[in-house]
């Protein structure tokens, strides 16, 4: 999967040009999912979603289009079946994400928590994912394992959703975890801040778990 993340960060290099981009990986990521859910998405859509100038949506395009992932018609942007494909393995890794109310485990105004499929054992203590979080604005991040039908915290074994059944029952019909799976859940002032947090701080998981 790391090859998956490397993809994208193609994807955000500059390609030649000096200019410097304002747009990262956990947006790419972001456009290609939203090109998943609509055939067509226009650039007022990137722009008011990903919260980007005309400008830059124009040039995400264009280097989703160099890189074969998607193309356009009068009617917007598309995913191409190489971009289908690639979103399709992306999402066999990362299939859900959901808004999660302040609780014990997300003290943020706004909390954003996202899966990853069998990555349980990607992570120490959880500090790298927040820190990957806090790269892109988020006040902090929480990562807890789910091993033997419980939300634990790494290197522990008690459940801890316990006293907590609103937000463990969100996370049982929001992310449909399995045993082994890691849930990654950032918090932020920004609902769209958590949101690119947690989306960042999933995918270098990814990219540097071996």
């Not at 993340?5 to 030649?16: C, E, H, P, T, Y």
């Not at 029952?169 to 045993?179: A, G, R």
Request: charged share 20%; net charge positive; aromatic share 8%.
């Amino acid at each position: 999967m790391q090859s998956k993340v490397q993809a994208l960060q193609n994807i955000v290099s500059r390609k030649g040009s000096a200019k410097v981009l304002t747009f990262s990986v956990p947006h790419v990521f972001k456009a290609l999912q939203m090109l998943h859910v609509d055939q067509f998405v226009s650039r007022s859509m990137f722009c008011s979603q990903l919260h980007m100038g005309e400008g830059a949506v124009k040039t995400m395009i264009a280097h989703l289009k160099e890189e074969s992932f998607a193309d356009s018609t009068k009617s917007g942007t598309f995913l191409t079946n190489k971009g289908k494909n690639f979103v399709k393995s992306l999402y066999d890794v990362m299939p859900h994400e959901c808004a999660i109310k302040k609780c014990s485990i997300a003290p943020g105004k706004f909390n954003y928590g996202v899966i990853l499929k069998r990555y349980s054992t990607a992570t120490k203590s959880g500090m790298e994912q927040r820190d990957y979080a806090i790269l892109y604005g988020a006040s902090g991040a929480t990562t807890i394992q789910y091993k033997d039908n419980q939300f634990v915290f790494p290197k522990e074994n008690i459940d801890c959703l316990a006293n907590d059944s609103k937000t463990r029952q969100t996370l049982l019909d929001e992310l449909h975890p399995h045993n082994g799976d890691l849930i990654i859940i950032s918090s932020a002032s920004d609902p769209f801040v958590a949101e690119i947090a947690a989306k960042n701080s999933a995918l270098w998981t990814i990219a540097t778990h071996r």
